[in-house]
């Protein structure tokens, strides 16, 4: 491309803008020479990589690179490289706040602004623009120019938790928590995640996270994504800052759901398993809403050694595969007004038979008169109790998995059988069963930073139990 087939207002702003020791392009559309001073081509593979490959420097240009990279990544990686006082140009296709179902790949206006302003950068100037050769121009998106100048060295950056990242943040779990996290639990539970979270570093070190895990749900009976949040940490040393807007947890959290959760994003809905006292601190911070709660169900084994007209045996995936799938699908079918995380036969492999550290009784339960199949529950014995973990079968089998369950814990010296489960539904699983209902002060929360489904019209729809969460 020649000066001549760039836009007028493009053109002029390069030529105005000052001398640069270093300057970068990244993307195509605008010729090298015609940016000021010593300049040099970067491939954007380079910098999803790593940082820019260059001394830092006083101008950065990129265009075009909406579906080459990731926004939060680029204004990292150039926001990084800018030296207090450079420029950086950007010329690319932009998604405004209106268009809530833009695609997940899109550059959105409002959130590469947030993201600009975090890593100090003030916006200069912008315009609606024509897009460069070969650009092409969507329904919803606009072709426009940005000119960001590098005010300050922000004292926290942020980005993307990598893989490479995980021996500095096992450290950081160690000293947030107070105990350590084994290397195979993390990794078991970030299986799926390209990118496990947003980290916020202060000097270089790793101060914050905001993890997520992936999960797929039935959306009122529609297939969808969620992410379970888990693993939010800071450090201790900067926890003074926990409800400013300019703290760690605040820039972590914020990032995160800007990039993954709400209309147009990769997760439709986020949820996660916050004490209710972290639950008001989001709420303060306007970052979410409580959707549910969570409750303790418990009953008595007493009287249970053994219901003779139920049997329970091992799951064993090799012959029992084609009946959790059935389950699951008649399970779906009756909670299609309400939201429920998928439980398959991938899920219960993955989730109870491939835990890293510890031991679940996966069991099939069957009408041993009829022969016919109820469904699964997961139970895990802990020293006080036995909690029922999860349970996989249609409503109608419920009272008769639970009288099973509780069956099991007798057998296992266990005086008392409980569960988790959000609260309305906790409320009449316990009223059938003859169950007692405990408050846990466990909080479902529902964001509410970005374009998302309305809070009331989730709120109690939740299907959740202790088997959502990473932690039971």
């Known amino acids: 491309m020649s000066d001549m087939d760039m836009p007028v207002g493009i053109a002029a702003l390069l030529a105005a803008l000052p001398m640069a020791d270093s300057a970068v392009l990244i993307g195509d559309g605008i010729p090298l020479a ?12 380079t910098v999803e990589g790593q940082a820019i490959a260059a001394p830092r420097g006083g101008l950065a240009v990129t265009v075009r690179l909406h579906d080459r990279i990731d926004p939060l990544t680029l204004f990292e990686r150039v926001g990084g490289w800018l030296e207090v006082g450079g420029h950086w140009l950007v010329w690319d296709r932009f998604w405004d706040a209106g268009h809530a179902d833009a695609p997940e790949t899109s550059y ?43 005010e300050k060295e922000p004292i926290y950056s942020i980005g993307w938790a990598r893989r490479s990242d ?61 992410v379970q949040i888990g693993d939010v940490m800071v450090h201790p040393e900067e926890r003074g800052r926990f409800l400013a807007r300019t703290g760690p947890f605040f820039l972590s959290t914020t990032t995160f759901l800007e990039r993954s959760i709400g209309f147009g994003r990769r997760y439709l809905l986020g949820f996660g398993f916050p004490s209710r006292n972290h639950m008001r601190l989001a709420e303060k911070l306007r970052l979410y809403d409580e959707a549910d709660r969570v409750m303790e169900i418990a009953w008595s084994s007493a009287g249970y050694g053994r219901v003779w007209w139920l049997a329970c045996d091992e799951y064993v995936p090799e ?85 099973a369950a509780r069956a099991v814990a007798h057998a296992a010296g266990k005086a008392q059988l409980s569960m988790w489960l959000t ?14 209902l405990r408050d846990t002060d466990i909080s479902i929360p529902a964001n509410t930073w970005t374009p998302h489904p309305p809070t009331e019209g989730i709120r109690g729809k939740w299907w959740l139990t202790a088997g959502d969460a990473d932690f039971t």
């Open 34 to 45: 015609s940016l000021p001073g010593k300049a040099q081509a970067i491939d954007v593979a």
């Open 423 to 436: 609260a309305s539904f906790a409320a009449e699983l316990a009223g059938k069963t003859g169950g007692g």
């Open 166 to 226: 995980e021996a500095e943040l096992l450290r950081l779990f160690e000293v947030a928590f107070g105990h350590v996290m084994d290397p195979a639990r993390w990794r078991w539970k970030y299986r799926h995640m390209e990118r496990p979270g947003t980290v916020v570093r202060k000097a270089g070190a790793i101060v914050a996270f905001y993890g997520g895990m992936s999960r797929p749900i039935r959306f009122f009976g529609e297939p969808a994504w969620a």
């Open 319 to 403: 012959r029992d595969t084609g009946l959790v799938e059935r389950g699951w699908r008649e399970m779906a079918a009756d909670y299609r007004d309400a939201i429920i995380a998928v439980r398959d036969a991938d899920h219960i492999r993955e989730r109870y038979l491939q835990h890293p550290e510890w031991r679940y009784r996966v069991l099939r339960v069957r009408n041993r008169l009829l022969g016919r199949h109820y469904g699964l529950i997961v139970l895990r014995e802990r020293e006080a109790d036995c909690q029922l973990v999860d349970i996989l079968a249609p409503c109608r089998y419920h009272a008769a998995l639970i009288r």
């Open 108 to 150: 959105r206006q409002e959130d590469c602004l947030a993201f600009a302003k975090r890593m100090g950068l003030a916006l200069v100037e912008q315009a609606e623009a024509m897009p460069p050769v070969g650009g092409v121009t969507e329904d919803g998106a606009a072709w426009r120019w940005f000119l960001f100048k590098k």
